[in-house]
């Protein structure tokens, strides 16, 4: 048998409270009832409430005042608010802040419950995903790796194993996948975990630098080297060494590497007697190497002494999936950093980070959310929040592919003023002075709205 869903209603008139209780019990809800905030914030510390349920118009705290507080301290639960008609306006607003719906005064019945049951389809959908995040913790128990979609526990049950090998691994990826925090990782689960982890990046060495920096030199070498160095490959002795972008390095550069992969053999610079040495190599790369082959820029056996155990790093937008997970990680990340209270985003603003793209993937979406938990000043992201660029195209793509019945409330009623705007304009042929008389809103907000509507 399911297990009832429970939810909390919040109203000050006796009989309503009555009403709406006895139609979503019999809907097969299990439903508190209180007579104010006050007395409702007592029930929400009882565990198991799924939804609030409330009237704006609320003696002593407010419905508004008492749904941004069970949005704040209850993460999971979603709420209604139940207004009259002259107040949707400040209701249509609220939406922004987290809440995930509201009703008019006189109730339709129909109306509460398709929107009661959507809310808590997704609230169900948040708590499923934050149990995931917690049995993947547990099992992987990779620090700061954020992901539980099928394309990432792949990742993961690879990065374990290989882990427990010597064997040279290749990470592939786009930029911003995650191949340098995927490195690490490997390095951190395997029994040279408290040997040193060297990063050498290179694309940021010229050529005879890059020579030198791996394998080190003797005195004398080369004009300037005044005494001996040793390069990363002996630094790193006992550990791994982690060689990012090696998809550009100079023919050179693949011999001696070559080499040491065969053989785990260096030499310095401008020596003759050549070491063993004790270092996997874990490399990355986010060009084509196969193509770099075909070109005769890469060597191909140095490919296949790279290409040992190859791990690909999806897309974020092949795992949007984990999008949710990441955008908290993110926000307690730099809420933290910045020394500011934010906590969440709004659901819109969720929605805007799910569908988009991600060209630049993990990265890219790290650096929008450190943007907006700057940007923002109350403790919930909102969509004025966020970098315009991701804004912009999320407006164009907003309705796409979808019916207008199937669009929530707000994409609705947004539709619904782009329409009556745009049939104003034409019949004043385009005046913006005449259409705002016509509609009685000011001139600025009809320039606003039809700037945003594209008009
Ligand atoms: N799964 C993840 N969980 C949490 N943070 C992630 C994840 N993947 C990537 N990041 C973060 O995204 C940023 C980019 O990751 P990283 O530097 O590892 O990517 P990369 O694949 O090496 O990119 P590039 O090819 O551009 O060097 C880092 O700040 C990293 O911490
Ligand atoms: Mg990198």
Same mark, same amino acid.
């Given at each position: 048998?399911?297990?009832?869903?429970?939810?909390?209603?919040?109203?000050?008139?006796?009989?309503?409270?009555?009403?709406?209780?006895?139609?979503?019990?019999?809907?097969?809800?299990?439903?508190?009832?209180?007579?104010?905030?006050?007395?409702?914030?007592?029930?929400?510390?009882?565990?198991g409430?799924?939804?609030?349920?409330?009237?704006?118009?609320?003696?002593?705290?407010?419905?508004?005042?008492?749904?941004?507080?069970?949005?704040?301290?209850?993460?999971?639960?979603?709420?209604?608010?139940?207004t009259?008609?002259?107040?949707?306006?400040?209701?249509?607003?609220?939406?922004?802040?987290?809440?995930?719906?509201?009703?008019?005064?006189?109730?339709?019945?129909?109306?509460? #419950?398709?929107?009661?049951?959507k809310?808590?389809d997704?609230?169900?959908?948040?708590?499923?995903?934050?149990?995931?995040?917690?049995?993947?913790?547990?099992? !992987?128990?990779?620090?700061?790796?954020?992901?539980?979609?099928?394309?990432?526990?792949?990742v993961?049950?690879?990065?374990?194993? =290989?882990?427990?090998?010597?064997?040279?691994?290749?990470l592939r990826?786009?930029?911003?996948?995650?191949?340098?925090?995927?490195?690490r990782?490997?390095?951190?689960?395997?029994?040279?975990?408290?040997?040193?982890?060297?990063?050498?990046?290179?694309?940021?060495?010229?050529?005879? #630098?890059?020579?030198?920096?791996?394998?080190?030199?003797?005195?004398?070498?080369?004009?300037g080297?005044?005494?001996?160095?040793?390069?990363?490959?002996?630094?790193?002795?006992?550990?791994?060494?982690?060689l990012?972008?090696?998809?550009?390095?100079?023919p050179?550069?693949?011999?001696?590497?070559? @080499?040491?992969?065969?053989? @785990?053999?260096?030499?310095r610079?401008?020596?003759?007697?050549?070491?063993?040495?004790?270092? @996997?190599?874990?490399?990355?790369?986010?060009t084509?190497?196969?193509?770099a082959?075909?070109?005769?820029?890469?060597?191909?056996?140095l490919?296949?002494?790279?290409?040992?155990?190859?791990?690909?790093?999806?897309? #974020?937008?092949?795992? @949007?999936?984990?999008?949710?997970?990441?955008?908290?990680?993110?926000?307690?990340? !730099?809420?933290?950093?910045?020394?500011?209270?934010?906590k969440?985003?709004?659901?819109?603003?969720e929605?805007?980070?799910? !569908?988009?793209?991600?060209?630049?993937?993990?990265?890219?979406?790290?650096?929008?959310?450190?943007?907006?938990?700057?940007?923002?000043?109350?403790? =919930?992201?909102?969509?004025?929040?966020?970098?315009?660029?991701?804004?912009?195209?999320?407006?164009?793509?907003?309705?796409?592919?979808?019916?207008?019945?199937?669009?929530?409330?707000?994409?609705?009623?947004?539709?619904?003023?782009?329409?009556?705007?745009?049939s104003?304009?034409?019949?004043?042929?385009?005046?913006?002075?005449?259409?705002?008389?016509?509609?009685?809103?000011?001139?600025?907000?009809?320039?606003?709205?039809?700037?945003?509507?594209?008009?």
């Open positions: 048998m399911d297990i009832k869903e429970t939810l909390l209603i919040v109203d000050d008139e006796q009989n309503t409270l009555e009403g709406l209780k006895e139609i979503m019990t019999q809907e097969g809800y299990h439903v508190l009832t209180a007579l104010s905030a006050e007395e409702g914030l007592k029930l929400l510390n009882n565990d409430i799924d939804l609030v349920i409330t009237d704006l118009m609320l003696p002593g705290m407010d419905g508004m005042e008492f749904a941004r507080t069970v949005l704040r301290d209850y993460i999971g639960i979603q709420v209604i608010i139940i009259a008609f002259g107040t949707v306006k400040s209701a249509v607003e609220s939406m922004k802040e987290g809440i995930y719906n509201y009703i008019t005064k006189p109730v339709h019945i129909d109306e509460l #419950l398709v929107i009661a049951k809310a808590l997704e609230s169900r959908l948040r708590k499923d995903y934050i149990d995931l995040k917690s049995k993947v913790e547990a099992k !992987y128990k990779f620090i700061n790796i954020i992901g539980a979609s099928g394309a990432m526990i792949k993961f049950e690879k990065v374990l194993k =290989v882990a427990k090998t010597n064997s040279t691994v290749i990826g786009e930029s911003g996948t995650g191949k340098e925090l995927i490195a990782a490997i390095h951190e689960k395997s029994a040279r975990a408290d040997k040193p982890f060297m990063t050498i990046d290179c694309t940021s060495f010229p050529e005879t #630098l890059l020579e030198s920096e791996l394998f080190g030199y003797e005195k004398g070498a080369f004009t080297a005044y005494k001996t160095k040793i390069g990363c490959f002996e630094a790193a002795e006992g550990g791994t060494i982690f990012d972008e090696i998809g550009n390095i100079s050179d550069v693949q011999v001696r590497l070559l @080499r040491v992969l065969q053989e @785990r053999i260096i030499s610079l401008g020596s003759t007697k050549p070491q063993k040495v004790d270092v @996997r190599v874990i490399a990355a790369t986010n084509n190497l196969e193509n082959i075909k070109k005769g820029t890469f060597r191909k056996d490919y296949y002494r790279l290409n040992v155990i190859p791990i690909i790093l999806p897309q #974020l937008k092949q795992r @949007r999936s984990d999008i949710s997970m990441l955008i908290d990680h993110f926000i307690k990340k !730099y809420a933290a950093e910045n020394d500011k209270n934010v969440s985003c709004t659901p819109e603003v929605k805007l980070f799910i !569908y988009h793209d991600w060209p630049g993937n993990v990265r890219e979406l790290e650096n929008a959310i450190e943007n907006a938990v700057v940007m923002c000043d109350e403790s =919930v992201i909102v969509v004025d929040d966020l970098p315009k660029y991701l804004v912009t195209k999320y407006e164009k793509s907003k309705f796409a592919g979808l019916q207008e019945d199937e669009l929530d409330l707000s994409a609705q009623l947004e539709l619904a003023e782009k329409r009556i705007i745009k104003t304009l034409e019949k004043v042929d385009y005046n913006k002075t005449k259409a705002a008389e016509l509609l009685s809103i000011n001139l600025r907000t009809l320039h606003n709205k039809a700037r945003k509507y594209n008009l």
